[in-house]
């Protein structure tokens, strides 16, 4: 298996008047293909801060971010966004879907943005809300979806131009357990089927079970 996703030494600090805090202390991961890994902590130790690192959504970091096969550090804004829409997926814990969206739409639009012809756009959101159990609910808005049909469709637009890797902050920290573990589990098997990596930040320890690696954040240093 070939590595999606590596870090070396990464450390991330902030300034809050004269006081240095250290997030990220130097942080070694390592990713491979298919791979699917827990990120545990409690709320506050940086899960957020890490994944905003590797998803090269802001700079400041130091040490090195690998992304399939590139070094973050070398590319430029160009390069780096380019990177964020051909190899990464998102999934937060509020869905961020746009209102004034459909269901269908909100999962073509990255699509779109990619340049994917408006069929084959239409195409592979029908497929992957279908999977998600949403067939009967493209056309819903999502003021007229439940929490969990909102998050499911969260799912489905994370992984419309086949990520390399998914990277998700609490992605059912929202919902009701029962719900949360259904979501969770079409969430895995989706990823799973698509062949995408993973790396899914929780404090649950019950669904980093279901996961294939658990790595845990503590003081800033990976365990």
């Known amino acids: 298996m070939s590595e999606i996703l590596g870090t070396q030494g990464l450390t991330r600090s902030f300034q809050q008047g004269e006081v240095r805090i250290d997030v990220l202390r130097g942080v070694d991961l390592s990713i491979q293909q298919g791979e699917i890994v827990g990120l545990l902590g409690p709320s506050g130790t940086g899960k957020s801060t890490l994944?905003?690192?590797?998803?090269?959504l802001e700079g400041g970091y130091g040490g090195s971010i690998r992304l399939c096969g590139e070094e973050a550090a070398k590319l430029g804004n160009d390069g780096r966004t380019r990177l964020r829409r051909d190899s990464l997926g998102f999934v937060y814990q509020f869905h961020?879907?746009?209102?004034?969206?459909?269901?269908?739409?909100?999962?073509e639009l990255p699509q779109l943005i990619r340049d994917v012809d408006a069929k084959t756009a239409a195409e592979r959101a029908t497929e992957l809300?279908?999977?998600?159990?949403?067939?009967?609910?493209?056309?819903?808005?999502?003021?007229?979806?439940?929490?969990g049909e909102q998050q499911r469709v969260a799912v489905a637009r994370?992984?419309?131009?086949?990520?390399?890797?998914?990277?998700?902050?609490?992605?059912?920290g929202n919902?009701?357990?029962?719900?949360a573990d259904i979501v969770f589990s079409e969430f895995l098997t989706l990823v799973r089927g698509e062949g995408s990596s993973a790396l899914i930040a929780t404090h649950n320890e019950r669904l980093?079970?279901?996961?294939?690696?658990?790595?845990?954040?503590?003081?800033?240093l990976l365990q």
């Open 96 to 107: 961020h879907l746009l209102p004034d969206f459909t269901a269908l739409e909100n999962v």
């Open 129 to 147: 809300l279908s999977k998600l159990g949403l067939a009967q609910r493209l056309h819903h808005k999502p003021s007229k979806l439940s929490g």
């Open 158 to 172: 994370a992984l419309a131009n086949r990520p390399a890797i998914v990277l998700a902050d609490e992605p059912t």
């Open 208 to 220: 980093a079970e279901r996961m294939d690696r658990v790595v845990r954040l503590h003081e800033g």
């Open 51 to 56: 994944l905003q690192a590797v998803g090269l």
């Open 175 to 179: 919902l009701d357990e029962r719900t």
